[in-house]
């Protein structure tokens, strides 16, 4: 018999074979509250460096998001949660990557604090923001007028060719979430004992409040 955090895990399956975002975002939530924080922030990185090919092929000049995705705990030690500032010719998912590197920061940094309920929030954030990295940065390529028209807030122009409409960057999203399926089946999550509901669903409805921000 499944566990229950095993039976969550193919709710979220589901929801984003179904294309359901907001309902996979919250089973996730669910699926990683109460897990280790080394097993979440794990997750929430190897995630995240999943665009750090194509920001090096952007910019080969930028190398700190390298350092804090090759060891975490490194930078953090050195840095704290301060980040650099992104290129300046910055473009396509490159603002929502440094969000992402951003998010997992302060996941590290709830986490050595002790504050684990705070660590689910933040490696969510880190992963929506790693998958709108690559989603945006189809989108760049494959609709760049729709982006001008985003960037000028021309909601005639962009009706209908949003990020979330355009179907490679709809695709690549879906691809992105199935990878986060697959890694939490494999690392057995469901083994793991279940949190207590009530906290779970009151860090959840936080998150919610904030629109998944930090």
Not at 56 to 66: F, G, K, L
Not at 79 to 84: D, E, I, K, R
Not at 177 to 187: F, G, K, M, P, Q
Not at 193 to 212: F, G, I, T, V, Y
Request: charged content about 30%.
């Amino acid at each position: 018999m499944s566990s229950p955090r095993q039976q969550r895990l193919r709710r979220f399956r589901d929801a984003i074979l179904a294309d359901e975002r907001e309902e996979a975002h919250d089973t996730l939530f669910r699926v990683l509250y109460g897990l280790p924080a080394d097993v979440q922030i794990d997750l929430a990185r190897a995630l995240t460096a999943r665009f750090l090919p194509i920001f090096r092929a952007n910019h080969p000049e930028v190398t700190w998001p390298e350092t804090v995705l090759v060891d975490l705990h490194a930078y953090y030690s050195e840095h704290g949660q301060a980040l650099y500032d992104e290129p300046e010719d910055s473009f396509g998912g490159d603002m929502s990557f440094h969000y992402a590197l951003y998010a997992l920061l302060r996941a590290l940094s709830h986490a050595e604090e002790s504050h684990l309920y705070r660590v689910t929030p933040a490696c969510c954030t880190a992963l929506l923001w790693a998958v709108a990295a690559r989603a945006r940065n189809v989108w760049h390529a494959d609709d760049p007028e729709a982006v001008q028209a985003f960037e000028l807030r021309d909601r005639e122009a962009l009706a209908g060719r949003t990020m979330h409409d355009n179907v490679a960057s709809r695709a690549v999203t879906k691809r992105e979430w199935l990878i986060v399926a697959d890694w939490l089946d494999e690392h057995q999550i469901g083994d793991y004992p279940e949190a207590d509901e009530d906290e779970r669903e009151r860090w959840l409805a936080w998150w919610q409040e904030r629109e998944c921000l930090l």
